[in-house]
């Protein structure tokens, strides 16, 4: 598994243009290791800052600037990771990584309060096998290293000689956190559905939730099926997972009845069919799928508003 970005570490003699023109490639790194865009972008802007708060002969001095801001970039995201945890147990309910849409789907401008400017295209998240909802939540199981380790070597394609230098292990070390790692995401890298199967099973069950047909609805989750959402405290949300068929369906009919009007569209979320709600015409929740066979495994369900800026028009909240 790996993205289009390789380590682009060979230009003898890169300008202001070329320096600007890693950032695509840091934020594709930063939101796999963080899970979340907001954070990646603060990630990277901290990057970019260290960079310019060095003097001109200093800059000129680093052989290959693409390769310090890979490094910079990397320990900040190794630093929030090791703080994460501690962050998220404090967090209400379940933390589910931040989702994103298609490409031709974004039109929220850069996550985080104060920019002005509208995200530029090439700052967009690549959206892979690497981000989807399922490899995500693995990756959240992962230690800080672990994850750096995996995501920069078997996604990224990085050598483990520079790896090490971003995690301070030796690089046999850092080839056993990724293999480590690699053992954890192989349930996830399982053959699933193709693209049309996905969106067809995804579209039969927005139609059942919207027939708040419950029987229906059983027939498509799988029996030990799993629901999580995320509000973060800042919206209604079911504290704790729940499980089974059932349960879920009922809780979905529950959802439908107690928000009349609620409108459900079919969207891309992280690379794969999703749902996306929204009342009044505004999003109030993306919801990803886990497919297995002909029948929903998983449902991650989105309602956090800090994490749907990408969802929302500017200006509203």
Request: net charge neutral; with cysteine; aromatic share 6%.
């Amino acid at each position: 598994m790996s993205t289009s970005s390789a380590p682009g570490h060979d230009r003898s003699e890169p300008g202001p243009g070329a320096i600007v023109g890693e950032r695509s490639r840091l934020i594709n790194i930063a939101y796999r290791l963080l899970g979340s865009l907001a954070e990646a972008e603060d990630a990277v802007q901290e990057t970019y800052a260290r960079w310019y708060a060095m003097s001109p002969p200093q800059q000129e001095a680093i052989a290959s600037p693409g390769a310090w801001l890979t490094t910079v970039a990397g320990r900040i995201c190794l630093d929030q990771l090791g703080s994460a945890r501690a962050r998220r147990e404090r967090y209400v309910g379940e933390w589910i990584p931040e989702p994103l849409p298609d490409r031709t789907e974004w039109i929220g401008g850069p996550a985080g309060g104060g920019r002005a400017e509208p995200a530029d295209p090439a700052d967009r998240v690549t959206l892979d096998e690497s981000v989807n909802m399922a490899f995500l939540v693995v990756l959240e199981s992962m230690t800080p290293a672990e994850r750096v380790a995996f995501i920069l070597h078997d996604v990224f394609r990085y050598p483990f000689t520079e790896i090490a230098e971003i995690v301070g292990r030796t690089p046999a070390a850092c080839r056993q956190l990724a293999s480590s790692a690699r053992r954890r995401t192989r349930a996830v890298q399982a053959p699933v559905l193709p693209k049309a199967g996905q969106a067809g099973l995804v579209r039969h069950f927005k139609e059942a939730w919207e027939a708040r047909d419950i029987k229906a609805l059983v027939g498509l989750l799988d029996p030990d099926a799993t629901m999580i959402a995320d509000g973060g405290g800042l919206v209604g949300a079911v504290l704790r997972p729940v499980e089974g068929s059932e349960r879920i369906a009922q809780y979905l009919i529950h959802i439908a009845d107690k928000a009349p009007g609620l409108t459900l569209l079919e969207r891309t979320v992280n690379g794969r069919p999703g749902l996306v709600a929204q009342h009044g015409g505004v999003t109030v929740t993306v919801a990803a799928f886990g497919l297995a066979g002909d029948r929903v495994t998983r449902i991650w369900a989105v309602r956090n508003p800090e994490k749907l800026r990408p969802w929302t028009e500017s200006g509203q909240n």
